[in-house]
Structures are given as structure tokens and as C-alpha cells.
């Protein structure tokens, strides 16, 4: 590359290579003046010129430490305090102007405490009055944290609506966070697929997932169980309701445990056998003494620290378990008791329930599955159809009437009576169970009987209607 300027002494770089140079503009003309002793008067309009101004209002530029030299601890200069004494015009500092003009003060050095005693100081000049923008507006807190948000910018967010079980909304049922909730995205596999009310997918035999053949053939076994056993006697048909009872309490514990819960789960099930045998044995005085013996030692189970975990829900979720299925299941006992129903009138009461309760399963899951297209509860179980339902509650009163009026004493009036009443609380037993599942995020309270879940999937209906035909049998003295 040809020289910039041949007028120009050459840089080192220009002697060592004359094809290419690098010149910095200015440098040369700055080189001149160190050599001269002229070290730093570069803008030297910004001081007043030789005979202007004082030394206490300005003071000469200095020579710089280098940056490899420690600290000095000098403070910067500072120009002094302007006032009517400073030039105007021409000689006046242009910064200290420009300052001036918009603060519409002077500019003064305080460093003691006494400089802050003077006329142009208020301690208003120190408060902190003006509008507060953005971040710094702690009046505004949900628009500054709405910022970000997915809404468009300017709209006002929506007030959060109370969530709401209302059967027929399409509002989502939420999982809740902290004890006992899973995050684990069960939420969308919590569909229980038309198994009581009917699904809205129609497809084939699976039932979303289930072995319809399995269901079948292990709902044959359990009826062909339970009627024999039934025919042997009230004694024999306790039996089989106690272990159903009982493995219904067992897997609630368990689903509980998984969900982070810790429940008293050996006082549970002893107070549920104490209550099946007692109403069994008793009637219904024994009923109070066993909840209120077990509600006592559950709180004195979680004080003395037989289980080290948060005393208030863990003695909820035991109680809780022990009145949904233990109480609830022991009407069952109730209604076998010889003292309350004799002649095995209370075996009889209890079939009729039994079948009732069965036929609005079937027929909930055949009408569903096949015409279900408008969702019953979405926001508990997307399953269950508004058809399926109508099944369900039309099969209760038709096999009551069909099997139940069969055997005494069960009439015919008594027997669409047993229908009405099945109809109404096998749905609501079947609902709860489902809003307990989707909360807890789970599918199946169990996996023991093929095709079905749980035990508890199984008998969720029938806790509603025992109690519901127990007291259907003492209003109309069926026995």
C-alpha cells in the first residue's frame, strides 16, 4: 500500500514494511507536544484563559498517575460553588452553565455540617415525590406482574372463578398442588370410560383400556360367590361383605400413601372390623361407640407420635376413609342382623340391593357405551353421559322390579321403591368416587379384580345405597 502522506516521517511499521501501513490520525501531532512538555491541555476551551478566574475556582490540569501506580486517595477537583461572583457571558464555564440552567441552581460542594445549613438547602429537595414508573410502582403490583403474562398487552386479566363441581359444566377439574396432589400429568388419564354411565368414545370391547371379557367373566364369579355364600346365611354373607369392606378401606390407604399422605392405616381397619361385627352383633347402638372410639385414638394415634407426620390431614385422610367405607359399609352388617331383621329377611334386603345396584351398572355401561353423546360431568368424570345415566337409573328400577319383587319380602310395590332408590344414590356413590380419583390423579383404586379396578371401583355405588335401603326398610317395615 502507497504512504498516506509522503510529507510524513514514516512510522516503524512504515520502515519494516512498505507495502502496508496502519497511521493513527492525530498521533503524530500529539507525539510533538509531549516532546514539548505540553502533557495535557487538550480542550483547553473548557478553562478560562490566563488572567481569568482564580485558583480557588479552578485549578490547572495535572499531571495522571499511570495505571500501573497504586492510588493516591486524592479527591477529584471539584469547581467551586457559582455564584454572583462567577463570569457570565464568554468566560462563564459552559457545563457549569448548561447545569445551572436546568436546575435553576447553583451548584455547591458540601462536605461538613455546616454546609448544609445554607439558605438554598431545603430538605424538601431530598423527597421522593415524584410518580413512580414501571418496577418501582408498588401500586401497581398485578399490572407489573401481568407484564409478561400470554394476554395481550392493555387487556385487564380476568377475576380467577371459584372452581365449582357443577354436574354438566365443561370446566376443567384441576389437581391442586402441595400435600397429597400428584403433578404428574394424570389428570388427562383419569377417564374411567363409560364403566358406570357410559363413555362419549363409542369403540370396541376394550372399554378405554379395559378387557371387557375379563370384567365379564369376573363379575360372573364374584355373583356366583356371593349368592351362594348368601344362601348359606346371615353369618356367611357377613363374612363376604367384611372382606369387601375391609380391602376397600385397605386400598384407599394405599392410594393415600402414594399420594403422600400418611394416614393411620392399623386403626383404620381394626375400627372397621370392630364397627362390621359390632352393628352386626349390636345393632345400631354399637354404630356411635366405634366411631367415637376410633375417632379418639386417631388423634391420640398422631399425639404420641405413632406416626411423625402433619397430625391435621393425616387424621382427616384416616377418618376420612374410615366413614366413607367403613362406616358407610357397615349398614351392610345392619342389615343382616338378626335382631334387627329376623328370619334372614336382612340376607334377602341386602340381595335386593345387591342386584338393584348391579342392573344399574349394566345397564349404565350398555346404554352409555353405545348412545352416551352428551357428558354428565366433565369436570369429574368425562366418562359418564347424560344417556348413560338415564340407563342406569331406568335398569335399578327394572331389575327391582323384574328379580327383586321375586323373593320375599320384597313385593312389587317395595321393589320399585328399592329401584327408585338405587336409581338416585348409585349415581351420586359413583360420582364421589370419581371426584376422589381425579383429585388424587389417579385412574383405578386398585388393580384386584380384572377388568373392573379395585374393590373399591366396584362397591363405590353400593356405600350410597345401604344406608339409603336400610332406612327404606325400617320407613316402610319391609321386614
Not at 431530598?126 to 401500586?139: F, H, I, K, V
Request: net charge negative.
Amino acid at each position: 500500500m502507497a504512504d498516506w502522506d509522503d510529507t510524513e516521517e514514516k512510522s516503524p511499521i512504515d520502515e519494516g514494511n512498505s507495502t502496508e501501513a496502519i497511521r493513527i490520525i492525530g498521533a503524530s501531532e500529539a507525539g510533538e507536544m509531549v516532546s514539548q512538555g505540553d502533557k495535557g491541555n487538550f480542550g483547553a476551551d473548557s478553562y478560562p484563559e490566563e488572567g481569568q478566574g482564580s485558583d480557588e475556582d479552578y485549578s490547572s490540569p495535572s499531571d495522571m498517575p499511570h495505571w500501573t501506580e497504586p492510588a493516591t486517595g486524592e479527591v477529584p477537583v471539584v469547581l467551586a460553588s457559582m455564584s454572583s461572583e462567577q463570569p457570565s457571558g464568554e468566560d462563564e464555564n459552559p457545563w457549569e452553565s448548561s447545569v445551572s440552567s436546568l436546575t435553576k441552581r447553583s451548584l455547591s460542594w458540601r462536605d461538613s455540617g455546616d454546609d448544609w445549613d445554607d439558605d438554598d438547602f431545603q430538605h424538601s429537595m431530598l423527597a421522593d415525590d415524584d410518580s413512580r414508573l414501571g418496577a418501582l410502582n408498588e401500586d401497581d403490583v398485578e399490572s407489573a406482574n401481568g407484564f409478561f403474562d400470554d394476554d395481550p398487552l392493555g387487556s385487564e386479566p380476568e377475576p380467577e372463578q371459584p372452581r365449582t363441581l357443577k354436574i354438566g359444566s365443561g370446566i376443567p377439574y384441576r389437581n391442586r398442588s402441595g400435600l397429597g396432589s400428584r403433578q404428574s400429568g394424570a389428570e388427562g388419564d383419569v377417564r374411567r370410560s363409560g364403566r358406570r354411565q357410559g363413555r362419549v368414545d363409542r369403540g370396541s370391547g376394550d372399554d378405554g383400556g379395559r378387557n371387557l371379557g375379563a370384567a365379564i367373566a369376573t363379575g360372573v364369579g364374584i355373583g356366583i360367590v356371593v349368592i351362594v355364600l348368601f344362601l348359606m346365611g346371615s353369618a356367611s354373607a357377613l363374612f363376604v361383605v367384611t372382606v369387601a369392606v375391609m380391602l376397600g378401606v385397605a386400598e384407599f390407604y394405599a392410594v393415600v400413601r402414594k399420594a403422600g399422605f400418611h394416614p393411620a392405616s392399623l386403626l383404620g381397619l381394626v375400627g372397621t372390623l370392630c364397627l362390621m361385627i359390632g352393628a352386626y352383633a349390636k345393632g345400631e347402638p354399637a354404630v356411635p361407640v366405634v366411631m367415637g372410639l376410633v375417632t379418639v385414638f386417631t388423634l391420640i394415634w398422631f399425639l404420641w407420635g405413632v406416626t411423625n407426620a402433619r397430625p391435621a390431614l393425616n387424621a382427616a385422610m384416616t377418618l376420612l376413609a374410615f366413614l366413607w367405607v367403613g362406616f358407610l359399609g357397615s349398614f351392610t352388617a345392619l342389615l343382616l342382623s338378626p335382631k334387627l331383621f329376623p328370619n334372614r329377611h336382612g340376607v334377602v334386603l341386602l340381595f335386593g340391593a345387591i342386584v338393584a345396584t348391579v342392573g344399574h351398572d349394566v345397564f349404565a355401561f350398555m346404554i352409555g357405551s353405545r348412545f352416551g353423546k352428551h357428558q354428565l360431568a366433565p369436570d369429574i368424570s368425562p366418562g359418564k353421559t347424560w344417556e348413560g345415566l338415564i340407563g342406569g337409573m331406568s335398569g335399578a328400577i327394572l331389575v327391582s322390579l323384574v328379580v327383586a319383587s321375586q323373593v320375599s319380602p320384597w313385593t312389587m310395590t317395595s321393589a320399585f321403591e328399592l329401584g327408585v332408590v338405587v336409581a338416585i344414590m348409585a349415581p351420586l356413590g359413583d360420582l364421589c368416587e370419581s371426584m376422589v380419583k381425579r383429585d388424587l390423579g389417579i385412574k383405578d383404586m386398585g388393580s384386584l379384580l380384572p377388568g373392573h379396578g379395585g374393590i373399591l371401583d366396584r362397591i363405590d355405588a353400593m356405600l350410597f345405597v345401604m344406608p339409603a335401603v336400610f332406612f327404606l326398610a325400617k320407613l316402610l317395615k319391609i321386614a
